[in-house]
Nanobody
């Protein structure tokens, strides 16, 4: 069974940076794509960024120029580097892996941006 475990969420001040990690129990290159999504209270889950097996990245408009998705094959880990954080970035961030028509989710990690 595929397991995705997120870590790195924290309480930070506006303007600070944070790096989230997603450790996969399987080879991340066996997935068509890996990605990060987020869900704020009372809101629907939304795409943050994705990276395909070939390395193509895609970002939500709010994430462009502030967030970077990357991966490390040997450790089967996907990262989300977040900079210039804003209060509206407060949400639970989820790691996602897509393999054909199957989607796998982690349990989420809380990011809170507040002064």
């Amino acid at each position: 069974q595929v397991q995705l475990v997120e870590s790195g969420g924290d309480l930070v001040q506006p303007g600070e940076s944070l790096r989230l990690s997603c450790a996969a129990s399987e080879n991340i290159f066996d997935f068509n794509a890996m990605g990060w999504y987020r869900q704020a209270p009372g809101e629907e889950r939304e795409l943050v960024a994705t990276i395909t097996v070939g390395g193509t990245t895609n970002y939500a408009d709010f994430a462009k120029d502030r967030f970077t998705i990357s991966r490390d094959g040997p450790s089967n880990t996907v990262y989300l580097q977040m900079g210039s954080l804003k209060p509206e970035d407060t949400a639970v961030y989820y790691c996602n892996g897509r393999r054909l028509s199957n989607y796998y989710w982690g349990q989420g990690t809380q990011v809170t941006v507040s002064s």
